[in-house]
């Protein structure tokens, strides 16, 4: 399974964050002929907790759906898009991924389940709680008899989340994502390698590019880890392309060779919804 990563900047301008989207999805699905084509975190709208209302829409109504759900048609892939603020019929926003089938259809969504709030001294503040909502559903999609689970961002740092998945048989977990400049060189290669590795999986991330003006700086650096937990892909900081061809053989090979899930000791520890 081919998958391209659009590793895109932002403005402060939905329209052009979509339309620029769009293009590339355009440029891409003509080049690389790729079964699935993902986007950043919050790819339509600055990530900043000031902006998600302004930017918000609708799902699947809304003019980003709208695009995605074109792009999708046109080229015959799955879109993952990214994630944009959803503005829900109770005037809740969430943080949302949106998934497209090759037909156009929206497969599903998955509201981001762990809000990043955090307070790193000298580093950065974040409290996305102080306008979003947490979402409490998991989302599996099947692709082409592959399993693959999708958080968002910080739920990376939630190893049950990606246990859960695992347990449900995913096979890869996408997770678009913006990490900063304390965190990012810190945690986000070791927390894809990590999950890649505790659940012997494919670990795909896709970042917005970095832009030093930006007043929330993403590390970029999309990625995309094997089961084995090596770095099978990853991109540059800047704007960029990741192709990345997935073969599922992987994952089988490490379960059989380091059958980690049939000796884990459950008499011993436990956990919830394992
Ligand atoms: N958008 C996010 O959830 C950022 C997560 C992050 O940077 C982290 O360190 O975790």
Known sequence: MRLVLLQLKGVKDK????????????????????????????????????????????????????ELSAAAKNHGIYIVGGTIPELDENGSI?????????????????????????DVKGGIRFRESETLAAGSDFTVI?????????GICYDMRFEELARVYRNEGCEMLIYPGAFNMTTG??????LQRSRANDNQLYVVTISPARDEEAEYIAWGHSMVVDPWGQIL????????IVVADIDFELVKEVRTQIPTFKQRRLDMYTTKRQ
């Not at 497209?100 to 990043?116: C, E, Q, V």
């Not at 060189?185 to 070791?190: A, F, G, I, T, V």
Request: proline share 7%; hydrophobic share 30%.
């Open 15 to 66: 329209t052009s964050n979509v339309l620029n989207a769009v293009s590339k999805i355009n440029q891409v699905a003509q080049k690389y002929k790729p079964r699935l084509v993902a986007l950043p975190e919050c790819f339509n709208c600055p990530y900043g907790t000031k902006y998600f209302r302004q930017y918000s829409e609708p799902i699947p109504d809304g003019f980003t759906s709208q």
């Open 142 to 150: 099947d692709i082409e008899g592959h399993k693959i689970g999708i």
């Open 94 to 118: 969430y943080n949302t991924c949106t998934i497209w089938a090759p037909n156009g259809n929206l497969i599903t969504k998955y509201r981001k389940m762990h809000l990043f709030d955090i």
């Open 233 to 240: 892909k990853s991109a540059s900081h800047g704007e960029d």
């Open 185 to 190: 060189p810190l945690h986000w290669e070791l």
